[in-house]
């Protein structure tokens, strides 16, 4: 529940620094891993604003601070898992509400809406959010929230959060960005006129595949005091040691941000160029539908690639199995290369149907592009697709 002070930066300063002062007891420059449950009070009531882990930790504190700044947020809540966060924010909703969402959102997005939250009577309609004009159609009275992923999980379209913000802002509609794949170093949806943005920091901010946590980020006070209290009664909050290796994952974020979208890039390029690829999706690509609006609202592209192979699934398979730098499994975000089967994997729990006009074929695959040398890389791309 941290609320960030300000002091001005940029990104990769702020990465390193905000939300975090050498520890005063010792005078440690990392934040301390505090490992406790609870916190001895003076006398009953009066203590120094921590009582008890789940509400408050000064580890978590800084991580939520640290977060905070780079999304330019002036309030940060972390949860156990980026599904945790998604939920916090559907918990602040009531019986009867509707919510639009982005037709392509990650697979765990739609199973908790669809398969959680609907069964305590929250209507949704997922939706092409590339047509903002559809959107303002489908919107309700009872409309409260506009769900954004941009770029989406796995088709990568890219939605124009300035213009859906205006839209949202005009209903009295609250818009949500899940900024997972672009982070902010490429993207603050703050900024363009979001007012909240949802993350999986167990991705590109943490960045090194070993801890699992999401995090929401606002300027606003009144959802600030929403979230707080579902942060707090739910309790799905992330432990401290989980706190600490986000932050640390955060301390490189711009520098792996960088060589990510490098190697995506050359990555892209040499797959658009090899026979046995049928379409490549990514949005540094003139090709990309929304290339110009990626050119005009991220700071880069980002390091997911999306491409269709020219083959049945029993030959994907095979190929997906020939890789070695790029490891078969899910998730995202970390160093290392990894590469999945949306069908399959992330996007089994989407209907069939619903995958297939979304464009989630069998021969679709997703590439998480690590920071390998990335001519190592698209040697493992020519040596598997043969």
Same mark, same amino acid.
């Given at each position: 529940m941290a609320e960030y002070g300000g002091g001005g930066g940029r990104i990769g300063t702020l990465a390193i620094h905000a939300g975090q002062e050498p520890d005063p007891s010792t005078g440690a420059i990392m934040t301390p891993v505090f490992q406790t449950s609870t916190y001895v009070q003076a006398k009953p009531g009066e203590h120094r604003g921590f009582e008890y882990s789940r509400t408050r930790n000064p580890t978590r504190d800084a991580l939520e601070a640290n977060l905070a700044a780079l999304e330019g947020a002036r309030f940060g809540l972390c949860f156990g898992s980026g599904c945790a966060a998604a939920s916090a924010v559907m918990h602040c909703l009531s019986a009867g509400d509707h919510v639009l969402v982005a037709a392509d959102v990650y697979g765990g997005t739609f199973r908790v809406f669809d398969k959680v939250f609907s069964r305590g009577g929250i209507r949704f309609d997922f939706l092409d959010f590339t047509d903002p004009a559809a959107v303002e159609a489908a919107l309700r009275p009872e409309t409260k929230v506009l769900w954004l992923e941009t770029p989406s999980n796995p088709m990568l379209m890219v939605l124009d959060i300035p213009r859906l913000? &205006?839209? =949202? $802002?005009? $209903? =009295?509609? &609250? @818009? @949500? !960005?899940d900024n997972t794949f672009a982070t902010p170093c490429l993207q603050r949806p703050l900024d363009l006129g979001a007012d909240l943005v949802? /993350? %999986? #920091? #167990?991705?590109?901010? +943490? +960045? /090194? %595949?070993? @801890? !699992?946590g999401g995090a929401i980020l606002t300027r606003d006070p009144e959802w600030h005091r929403r979230l707080a209290f579902v942060q707090n009664a739910v309790g799905a909050v992330p432990g401290p040691w989980d706190c600490f290796l986000a932050l640390r994952g955060t301390k490189t974020l711009h520098l792996r941000m960088e060589r990510h979208c490098s190697n995506a890039m050359a990555v892209a390029r040499r797959l658009e160029e090899h026979p046995r690829i049928a379409k490549v999706i990514y949005p540094g690509l003139e090709s990309h539908p929304q290339h110009a609006l990626a050119k005009a609202q991220m700071r880069g592209f980002g390091g997911m690639i999306t491409c269709v192979v020219d083959a049945p699934l029993e030959e994907v398979r095979t190929i997906l199995g020939r890789f070695r730098l790029f490891s078969l499994a899910e998730s995202l975000g970390g160093v290392e290369s990894l590469i999945e089967h949306p069908a399959i994997m992330t996007h089994a729990s989407v209907p069939r149907e619903n995958r297939e006009k979304l464009g989630i074929l069998d021969g679709l695959i997703r590439l998480s592009v690590g920071v390998e040398d990335v001519e190592d890389l698209i040697a493992d791309v020519e040596r598997a697709l043969g």
């Open positions: 913000a &205006a839209l =949202g $802002r005009k $209903r =009295g509609i &609250a @818009v @949500v !960005v949802v /993350h %999986s #920091t #167990t991705k590109y901010l +943490g +960045g /090194h %595949s070993d @801890v !699992v």
